[in-house]
């Protein structure tokens, strides 16, 4: 019985990783539809309805700054009630293509240096979790990769690759520690 569990175990863990690396190269889900950027503000797709806004606990806004404002996101599905919220730090926001069902968001926050990041953000084991992270940068000179590019949502800005990574933890790991 021991045996059988650590073989599960392991081929559960490979799986996990190749899954994991999978996502890592896969291309990025299509956008459906880009959020304004004025709050409150809320689209429907498809029975789903998404609403952003401010927290109104004063703790949480004070999360936010350079890599943009905190703000509350609400996921509800119309026509059974389910209802997902959660919080992130945000300068731009898309509506993607669905994964298993519920929409996926592209979260854009801003570091220094004319550094972006684009977070693939979609309902993992009951919530809402950043999963992959691409970076770029605004300075052609600069990235890694300059013949990959994208716009930055509303700004149509062109930003220049510079990594992927995977997050870890409470930040989207495909374990996440509040699940242990």
């Known amino acids: 019985m021991r045996t059988l569990r650590r073989t599960l175990f392991l081929w559960l863990a490979m799986a996990v990783l190749t899954a994991r690396a999978d996502l890592a190269t896969e291309p990025w889900p299509k956008a459906v539809r880009e959020f304004p950027f004025e709050f409150p503000c809320t689209l429907t797709e498809g029975g789903f309805r998404i609403t952003i806004s401010e927290p109104s606990d004063p703790e949480i806004r004070k999360m936010g700054g350079s890599g943009g404002p905190m703000l509350k996101f609400t996921v509800l599905n119309e026509k059974s009630g389910w209802k997902q919220v959660f919080y992130d730090q945000s300068v731009s926001v898309r509506w993607l293509t669905s994964f298993e069902g519920r929409p996926q968001l592209e979260i854009w926050g801003r570091g220094g240096g004319g ?3 684009r977070c693939l953000t979609r309902l993992v084991g009951g919530k809402y979790r950043c999963v992959r992270i691409d970076e770029f940068i605004n300075v052609r000179e600069r990235s890694t990769q300059p013949s990959i590019t994208t716009t930055l949502p509303r700004s149509g800005e062109v930003l220049y690759f510079t ?7 409470t930040n989207g790991d ?3 520690e509040d699940e242990k």
Do not use: A
């Open 115 to 117: 550094f972006y990041s």
């Open 163 to 169: 990594e992927t990574r995977m997050p870890e933890g």
């Open 174 to 176: 495909l374990f996440y």
